[in-house]
């Protein structure tokens, strides 16, 4: 049963990667024709996130309630539906509104699946899982560059989305008996979730400190990703076009550190996945922060994703060891939640540090933030009184 699940879930993690990219592929053209700058960007990612952290929030209660199945099923529902409406938005203000039903729907596949495949799975298929997010991630920018290729404009690469989201809808609605069978068998292994309120959630001990690990392990994430071409523009002397082409390889790195370290996973602790993949990112930002030759800030970029790849699904898949599998979800939730606001929050953060300063301080910051997620990763066993393996 699990074996016939696991298919679908990577195909989901795809789905969900594939709107994360889209916007800001689509947005240069977009904007023309909503009649707005590139930095109203900003906004419109803002409340997709707002959407995503509450949903994460609501998450384990949500799943309680209808079962994992059937939160998959609404919240495919409304990333197709706001995929298809996007299509045909040409106001800023309905771009705005469709980004809160987009990050929504996103915020609860992403809790829901993590939680799933961590109670009932191997690590390296939490590893698997994030690769499929990269895949999907690496697929949304195709299918709008495409779209603006063959059609001049980018509705069509979001109604291709939407159609592509439609098709995952119907499958997973004719495989709910699927998921039925299997929530009943995870009510048998590890009993009923625990029912805490927020306030009862947030006194488990370990909890706040996993929370900080997220937000500072995804914000090294979003802050080295955000800031790529542009220091290697400015600081490394690339010219733009070379500067865009070559801060893939970060990305490069993260996808394929995924797909690889679900096979290391086989014989690793996930404890020691975290920390050899933040000694390669603290690396990859020390090649950055050094005055080397622009080659090694190549390099830097390589290492800083190679090492991220780890980190995230070995974080997810600890969860249940250190909290119980019946909490389990509601501290996946809280997580995500608080991985998102790292997203959100500390690239802009760096860019106020950047106008006070220069580019220069974008190593610094990372260097700062992979130094924090160790320090935060190296607690929670401490708090939670899980048995720390070598």
Same mark, same amino acid.
């Given at each position: ?76 529902? /409304? ?88 098709? /995952? ?117 020390? /090649? ?103």
């Amino acid at each position: 049963m699990l074996s016939l699940l696991l298919p679908l879930i990577y195909v989901s993690f795809i789905s969900l990667g594939l709107p994360d990219a889209m916007l800001g592929a689509a947005w240069p053209s977009m904007s023309l024709t909503v009649g707005r700058s590139l930095s109203d960007l900003g906004l419109v990612s803002m409340i997709s996130t707002l959407g995503a952290v509450t949903s994460s929030l609501l998450s384990s209660r949500l799943i309680e309630r209808f079962g994992t199945g059937r939160v998959m099923v609404g919240s495919v529902l /409304l990333t197709a539906l706001g995929l298809v409406f996007y299509s045909f938005s040409r106001s800023y203000f309905m771009v705005c509104l469709l980004a809160l039903p987009l990050g929504m729907g996103g915020g609860a596949v992403d809790s829901g699946l993590n939680g799933f495949v961590a109670r009932n799975y191997k690590a390296s298929h939490m590893s698997w899982l994030h690769f499929m997010w990269g895949v999907g991630a690496t697929l949304g920018p195709l299918i709008i560059g495409a779209s603006i290729k063959l059609t001049g404009s980018w509705p069509r690469g979001y109604l291709t989305a939407g159609i592509i989201q439609g098709a /995952l809808l119907a499958i997973l609605l004719f495989s709910l008996p699927l998921w039925k069978k299997a929530e009943s068998q995870e009510l048998h292994d590890f009993g009923a979730p625990k029912k805490l309120s927020l306030q009862g959630l947030m006194k488990t001990p370990g909890l706040k400190t996993t929370m900080l690990a997220f937000f500072c392990m995804v914000g090294f994430e979003y802050t080295g990703s955000v800031w790529a071409a542009s220091f290697l523009e400015e600081q490394k002397g690339f010219d733009a076009a070379a500067s865009a082409l070559l801060s893939s390889i970060y990305f490069f790195g993260t996808t394929f550190g995924r797909g690889v370290s679900g096979f290391v996973a086989m014989k690793i602790d996930s404890r020691r996945m975290i920390r050899y993949g933040l000694c390669l990112a603290f690396f990859g930002a020390l /090649l950055l922060a050094l005055p080397l030759p622009r080659e090694a800030a190549l390099a830097g970029y390589l290492f800083l994703g190679l090492g991220n790849a780890p980190i995230f699904p070995s974080m997810s898949f600890l969860v249940p060891q250190r909290f119980g599998a019946n909490l389990s979800q509601a501290v996946i939730g809280m997580s995500t939640a608080a991985a998102y606001f790292g997203s959100t929050l500390m690239p802009p953060l760096t860019g106020l540090i950047v106008k006070g300063a220069s580019l220069k301080v974008v190593p610094f910051m990372l260097l700062l933030l992979i130094a924090a997620a160790w320090f935060f990763t190296e607690r929670i066993d401490r708090r939670t009184g899980s048995i720390q393996k070598a």
